[in-house]
């Protein structure tokens, strides 16, 4: 991951696994129940479903600028929120589950999402 920090543009990167602390201290923050449950209680979350080619699918949105606690950040320029959106698709009597997650230079609201 990377951005060019002299365009001065704000980013909104995709973690994936081969950044493994981030990965893993983003994945674990998210993990918690409460955190999610505070998350949708302040807005700090969005919803969307849809029904299309036999299956259905449903999108949760959750962001935060609560960073305090991540290991690292220092690496991460201008860091200023974490995202993680949770994907439930439905075909038949089959269900899986993706969760992605991000980082930004933004302080995110769920106005954007």
Same mark, same amino acid.
Request: aromatic share 14%.
């Given at each position: 991951?990377?951005?060019?920090?002299?365009?001065?543009?704000?980013?909104v990167l995709a973690v994936k696994e081969n950044q493994k602390t981030l990965y893993d201290?983003?994945?674990?923050?998210?993990?918690?129940?409460? &955190?999610?449950?505070?998350?949708?209680?302040?807005?700090?979350?969005?919803?969307?479903?849809?029904?299309?080619?036999?299956?259905?699918?449903?999108?949760?949105?959750?962001?935060?600028?609560?960073?305090?606690? $991540?290991?690292?950040?220092?690496?991460? #320029?201008?860091?200023?929120?974490?995202?993680?959106?949770?994907?439930?698709?439905?075909?038949? #009597?089959?269900?899986?589950?993706?969760?992605?997650?991000?980082?930004?230079?933004? $302080? $995110? &609201?769920?106005?954007?999402?």
């Amino acid at each position: 991951m990377f951005y060019k920090k002299e365009c001065k543009a704000d980013y909104v990167l995709a973690v994936k696994e081969n950044q493994k602390t981030l990965y893993d201290d983003i994945c674990d923050y998210f993990r918690i129940d409460e &955190i999610r449950e505070n998350l949708t209680a302040c807005e700090n979350y969005r919803s969307t479903s849809e029904k299309a080619h036999g299956q259905f699918e449903t999108r949760k949105y959750y962001i935060t600028d609560d960073i305090t606690w $991540l290991s690292n950040k220092s690496k991460w #320029e201008g860091i200023k929120s974490i995202g993680m959106v949770e994907t439930t698709i439905t075909k038949g #009597e089959k269900t899986t589950v993706e969760r992605r997650y991000y980082i930004s230079s933004l $302080l $995110l &609201i769920s106005t954007y999402l």
